[in-house]
C-alpha cells in the first residue's frame, strides 16, 4: 500500500513555506511520514499535520509582503509573443483588425445616434415635469389623437385644475412670421406665446428678462436672430415690426435651443399670443383647435394622476358636435415627446424609440459580425498555435496561463482595432451627420465617453478572445506533441455555424434594406393627378402681396416664363385643412361628414395640371360657380355617389352644386390612401400661397429669377420666399430615404465584413490541404473539380444562412410595411435575387483563394518532403 | 567569536551533525538524536535549529540526490564548518575545565 500525505496540510505548507526552504522541509517531513505510516497511518496522518503546523512561524514563512508573482514579465512576454503573431500572418491581422475597426467605428456612430436620440430635451430644467395637453377624439368609431387645443382649453385648466398645475401655457404652433428693423426684413419661424412660456421652457437669458411677456407689445429673440438684426449692438429696448402690423419691443434675448430639443429650429422669436389674437380671423370656441397647451406640473404631482384627472376638461364644456368626438384629454410627458409620439387608438405606441432599437441591434450585430470573424479564424488556425500550447503546457503553463496569453492577444487585436475605429469615426462623423441629418458633435476630453469606449472595447475583447482562449488552452499537450493531434470531424461545426449566422444576418440587412428602398420608390412612383416638375409655391405673407396679386400676375403672365398663376388656401402637396358636418343625399346619419377642403381659385386647376375625369373645372363663364364643388375620386367614394355631377351638397348652411370629378391627387402622406377631398371656389380671401407654373420651355432657374424680380418689385416690404414642389414632396419620404440609406450601408458593411472573414477563412483552408491538393493534383484532378471542393463547404453555408435569413427578413419587413396603408409587397423574386446575390459574393470571395490553390504548380508544395 | 551563543538543543544538533559528517540531513539527525536522548523530536525543532547554526555560518549544506520515499524531493545535507569545530571545541574545553574545578567530595 503507497500512502501520502494528507493533501491539505501539504497545500497548506507549499503556500506558506519559503522556496529555499520548500525542497528540504517537504522532503524530511514526507519521508519521515512514509516511515510513520508503516506502521500506524493515522498517526502518521495526525503528526504530518501538526509539523505542518509547528513550521508556520516567521523563519519559514515566505515574506508575503514583497511577494511578488513577477508577472510583468510574463505579461511583457503575452504582448511580444502576440505581437509577433500578428506580424507573423499579415493577412490574417489585417482582416481581423480591419474587420473590427470597421465594426467598432459603425457601433460607435451608431451609439452616437444613440445617445443623441435618447438625449432629446434632457438639457431641459423641466424635463420630468412638462407636458403638451392632447386630445383623443372618437371619428368614425376611430380614435384620433391630436396636439392641437381650442383657445378655452387654458383658462379652463388654470380656473378648475389649478392645483395639479404651476403652469399652464398656450402657444401657438410654429409658424413663420417677418420680422422687420427698417430695410433689415426676414421671415423667421416662432411662436406666439403666453407669458409663462419662457419659464415652461427653461429658456436660457442672455441679456434682458423673460417674464415680461405680459405686456402685448414685447418679443423674445433667440441670440441668433439678435445678431442677425443688431450684430454686436445691445438689442434690449428696441423696436421690431412683427408681420408689417404691429412694433414689438424686445425685453429678452435667449440662448438659441439646441440642435436635440423637440423644438429646434421653431424658436428664433417669442412673441406674446395676445399679438395673435389680436390680429383676428380665429375662432375662440371649444371646437376650434389651433392651439398648443403645455402644462408643469404642480410639485408632488404625479404625472399619471394629472392626466387622468383633466380627461374630461373639454367633454363637460363641449355640447352638441363636439360632444359627438368624445373629446378626451390627456397629458403627453416631455420625456416621450421625441421618442415616443405615435399613438394608435388614443394609447401611445412609441414612435422613433424603434429606430433606436434598430439601429442600436444593427450596431451589436455589426460587431458581432467581426467578433465572429476573429473567433472563426483563431479557432481554424489553432493547428498552427497548438504546438506552441503543448511545448507551454509541458514547461508548467496552467490553463489559466493560456486563458490570459490568449486574451491578451485579442486584446491586442481589439486595441489596435479600437485606434483605427476612432481615426474612422472621426473621419466619417461629418459623411454620417449628413446622412443621419443630425449635428453630432463628439467631445474627445468627456471622460465619460472615453469610458464607455473602453468599457465597449473590453467587452469586445472579452466576446472575441473568450471561444478561442478556452478552445485553444484545452489541448492536451501530450496529444499535440505526439503529432496524433487531430481537430476532430466536429471541430468545424461551430466554425461553420458561426459563419451562417454571420451570413443570416447580412442577408436580413440586405432584405431589409432593398425592402425599405423599394418601398420609397413604390410611394414615389405612385400617381400623384398633378405635375409636380415646374410647379412653384410662394407664401402670401403679407396685405400688400394680397392687395397686389392681380397686377404680378398679370406681369408674370406677360413676362412668357410663366405659363400659370392661381392662389390657393394651402399647397397642393400638403393640403390639411378638413370641416365636419357636410350633408349630402344618401348620407349615413352616423357619418361626421369629414371631408379635406381646399379653398382655390379659378386658375388652380390649371397651375397645378390636374386631370378633370368628369364634368368640368370651375369657369369665369359661369357666376354660379361660387357655389359650386369639384370633388376627387376619393370624395366620391366617401360619400357613395352614383353620378356625382349635379348633386347637391350642403356645408354650413348653404347649398353646393358638384360640377366636376378630380382624377386622386397625393395631397397629405404618400403612404397613406388618398383623402377625400372637394375643392371650392376661396370667397372669403383665405388664399395663403400663390401657385406658379413655369413654362417649361424657359428655364427654372430663369423664370426664378423673373419671379423674383416682379415680387420684390410690387412687395417691397415683404421677403421673396419660394419652393419648389417637388422638393416639398421628396420632404414627405426624407425620412423613409434617411433610414433606407442607412440601413442599407449597414448591410454593405455587414456583407462586407463577412465576406473578410469568408475570405479569411478560405484562404486558411486552402492552405491547410496544400498537399492534399497537390496530390490530387498530381494524380490528374482538374482546375474546375478542386475549384468545386473548395467552393462547396460555403456555398453549402450560404445556402443554409439564406434559408434561415429569408423568411426572418420577410417577417420582419412585411411587419414594417404593414405601418404604411399604401404600401409594397415583399416579392418572393426579391428573396431569391437577395439569396443570388449573397450566393454569388460568396462564391467570388471563396473563389479567388480555391482558383489560386488549384492553379499553383503541384512541386512546390511536394517537393519539400 | 564569543558573542557567537549556541543554545543547549542547537549544540546536540551541531554535535550530530559532526557526528554524522556527509551523511547529516534533516531525517537523519533526528533519528540520531532520538536514539540518543531516548525521547521523541519533532523533525520541526530540528529545522529550526539546522536554520540558526547555518545562519550563524556553523554548518553549511549542499543539496543531495532524489529518493523514492521523499515524494520526490532532494535531501538536503549539512557539514560541519571550521568555524562550527571550533566552537564545539571551545564548549567542550569549557565544560570541561569548569567540570575539573569540581572538588572531589564524596557525594555518596
Known sequence: ?865 | MTQQSLGEFEELVLLMVAALHDEAYGVAILEGLEEKLKKKVNISAVHVALKRIEDKGFVKSRFGGITEDRGGRRKKFYVITALGKKILDNQYALRTSIYQQIPKISFG
Not at chain 1, 195 to 208: F, H, I, R, V
Not at chain 1, 521 to 546: C, H, M, S
Not at chain 1, 556 to 584: K, Q
Open chain 1, 1 to 865: 500500500m503507497k500512502i501520502n500525505p494528507p493533501k491539505r496540510p501539504l497545500q497548506f505548507l507549499r503556500w506558506f513555506c519559503r522556496e529555499d526552504y520548500l525542497e528540504e522541509i517537504e522532503g524530511d517531513l514526507t519521508e519521515v511520514f512514509k516511515k510513520q505510516a508503516q506502521s500506524h497511518p493515522r498517526q502518521a496522518k495526525w503528526k504530518f499535520a501538526w509539523s505542518v503546523v509547528k513550521y508556520f512561524r516567521p523563519e519559514f514563512i515566505k515574506s508575503f509582503k514583497n511577494y511578488q508573482p513577477n508577472a510583468y514579465g510574463m505579461y511583457k512576454s503575452y504582448f511580444k509573443v502576440g505581437w509577433r503573431n500578428l506580424l507573423r500572418s499579415k493577412g490574417y491581422s489585417l482582416i481581423n483588425i480591419g474587420g473590427l475597426a470597421l465594426g467598432m467605428s459603425v457601433a460607435i456612430l451608431i451609439g452616437l445616434w444613440v445617445f443623441d436620440e435618447l438625449s432629446y430635451n434632457k438639457h431641459q430644467k423641466n424635463y420630468d415635469s412638462v407636458a403638451a395637453v392632447l386630445q383623443n377624439n372618437t371619428e368614425d368609431g376611430k380614435i384620433e389623437t391630436w396636439s392641437s387645443q381650442s383657445y378655452q382649453l387654458g383658462p379652463e385648466l388654470r380656473n378648475s385644475y389649478g392645483s395639479y398645475f404651476k403652469f399652464v401655457v398656450m402657444s401657438s404652433f410654429a409658424g413663420n412670421s417677418i420680422l422687420a428693423k427698417e430695410e433689415k426684413v426676414f421671415t423667421m419661424t416662432g411662436c406666439f406665446m403666453e407669458a409663462d412660456g419662457p419659464e415652461l421652457l427653461s429658456l436660457q437669458m442672455m441679456k434682458g428678462t423673460s417674464t415680461g411677456l405680459k405686456d402685448p407689445s414685447s418679443l423674445l429673440l433667440s441670440a441668433s436672430a439678435a445678431t442677425v438684426f443688431f450684430g454686436a449692438d445691445d438689442p434690449i429696448g428696441k423696436v421690431l415690426k412683427l408681420d408689417n402690423s404691429v412694433d414689438l419691443k424686445i425685453i429678452g434675448v435667449y440662448q438659441d435651443i439646441p440642435d436635440n430639443s423637440s423644438f429646434r429650429g421653431e424658436l428664433a422669436f417669442i412673441a406674446p399670443l395676445e399679438v395673435l389674437v389680436n390680429r383676428g380671423g380665429r375662432n375662440f370656441g371649444w371646437g376650434n383647435n389651433w392651439l398648443q397647451v403645455f402644462v408643469q406640473l404642480a410639485e408632488n404631482v404625479d404625472m399619471q394622476q394629472a392626466s387622468i384627472a383633466i380627461k374630461d376638461a373639454k367633454m363637460k364644456n363641449v355640447d352638441g358636435d363636439d360632444k359627438r368626438f368624445k373629446p378626451e384629454l390627456l397629458l403627453h410627458p416631455m420625456s416621450k415627446w421625441h421618442l415616443y409620439s405615435d399613438f394608435k387608438d388614443g394609447v401611445n405606441v412609441g414612435g422613433r424609440i424603434e429606430f433606436v432599437w434598430l439601429f442600436g441591434l444593427i450596431g451589436v450585430f455589426v460587431v458581432l459580425l467581426a467578433c465572429i470573424n476573429f473567433m472563426n479564424l483563431s479557432t481554424a488556425r489553432s493547428l498552427k498555435r497548438s504546438k506552441e500550447v503543448g511545448v507551454r503546457k509541458v514547461i508548467g503553463s496552467g490553463r489559466g496561463e493560456l486563458i490570459r496569453q490568449f486574451f491578451i492577444e485579442s486584446l491586442l487585436v481589439v486595441s489596435l482595432a479600437f485606434i483605427f475605429s476612432i481615426l474612422l469615426v472621426h473621419l466619417f462623423l461629418p459623411w454620417f451627420n449628413l446622412i443621419a441629418s443630425k449635428n453630432i458633435r463628439i467631445d474627445w476630453l468627456n471622460p465619460s465617453l472615453w469610458l464607455a469606449l473602453f468599457a465597449s472595447a473590453l467587452f469586445v475583447t472579452l466576446l472575441a478572445g473568450s471561444y478561442p482562449s478556452f478552445y485553444l488552452s484545452a489541448f492536451s499537450p501530450i496529444k499535440v506533441l505526439k503529432g496524433t493531434f487531430r481537430v476532430g470531424k466536429y471541430a468545424a461545426l461551430p466554425r461553420k455555424a458561426l459563419v451562417i449566422v454571420q451570413f443570416s444576418v447580412s442577408v436580413i440587412l440586405a432584405i431589409g434594406a432593398t425592402v425599405v428602398y423599394q418601398q420609397i420608390q413604390f410611394a414615389k412612383n405612385r400617381p400623384i393627378g398633378y405635375e409636380l416638375n415646374g410647379l412653384v409655391t410662394v407664401p402670401i405673407q403679407t396685405q400688400e402681396v394680397k392687395k397686389n396679386y392681380h397686377v404680378l400676375r398679370n406681369e408674370l403672365l406677360a413676362s412668357g416664363v410663366i405659363a400659370e398663376v392661381s392662389t390657393s388656401e394651402t399647397t397642393v402637396t400638403n393640403l390639411w385643412w378638413s370641416d365636419w358636418g357636410y350633408e349630402w343625399k344618401g348620407k349615413d346619419p352616423n357619418s361626421p361628414g369629414h371631408i379635406y377642403r381646399g379653398a382655390i381659385d379659378y386658375e388652380f386647376g390649371k397651375t397645378i395640371g390636374w386631370k378633370i375625369i368628369e364634368g368640368r373645372d370651375f369657369s369665369r363663364d359661369f357666376p354660379s360657380d361660387s357655389s359650386a364643388f369639384i370633388l376627387n375620386e376619393a370624395a366620391v367614394k366617401y360619400m357613395g355617389l352614383k353620378n356625382p355631377i349635379g348633386e347637391n351638397i350642403r356645408s354650413l348652411g348653404r347649398n353646393y352644386t358638384v360640377i366636376g370629378v378630380v382624377e386622386d391627387m397625393v395631397t397629405q402622406s404618400l403612404y397613406e390612401s388618398n383623402k377625400q377631398t372637394i375643392f371650392v371656389l376661396d370667397r372669403f380671401d383665405r388664399a395663403n400661397f400663390i401657385n406658379v407654373r413655369i413654362n417649361p420651355e424657359a428655364g427654372a432657374s430663369k423664370a426664378i429669377e423673373e419671379l423674383n424680380r416682379l415680387f420684390v418689385k410690387y412687395n417691397p416690404n415683404t421677403p421673396f420666399e419660394y419652393k419648389f414642389a417637388d422638393d416639398e414632396f421628396a420632404g414627405k419620404f426624407s425620412f423613409e430615404a434617411r433610414v433606407g440609406k442607412l440601413v442599407g450601408i449597414f448591410a454593405l458593411i455587414a456583407i462586407f465584413i463577412s465576406c473578410l472573414g469568408l475570405f479569411g477563412l478560405a484562404s486558411f483552408m486552402a492552405e491547410q490541404r496544400l498537399k492534399e491538393i497537390s496530390i490530387r493534383k498530381v494524380l490528374g484532378a482538374t482546375v474546375s473539380g478542386l475549384w468545386q471542393m473548395l467552393s462547396k463547404d460555403f456555398v453549402i453555408m450560404t445556402i443554409a444562412s439564406c434559408l434561415l435569413a429569408a423568411p426572418i427578413g420577410y417577417y420582419l419587413m412585411n411587419g414594417w410595411l404593414q405601418q404604411y396603408e399604401y404600401r409594397n409587397t415583399i416579392s418572393g423574386w426579391l428573396l431569391l435575387i437577395i439569396g443570388i446575390g449573397a450566393l454569388m459574393i460568396t462564391l467570388t470571395t471563396v473563389s479567388f483563394q480555391a482558383v489560386k490553390a488549384a492553379l499553383m504548380n503541384p512541386v512546390n508544395s511536394l517537393k519539400s518532403e
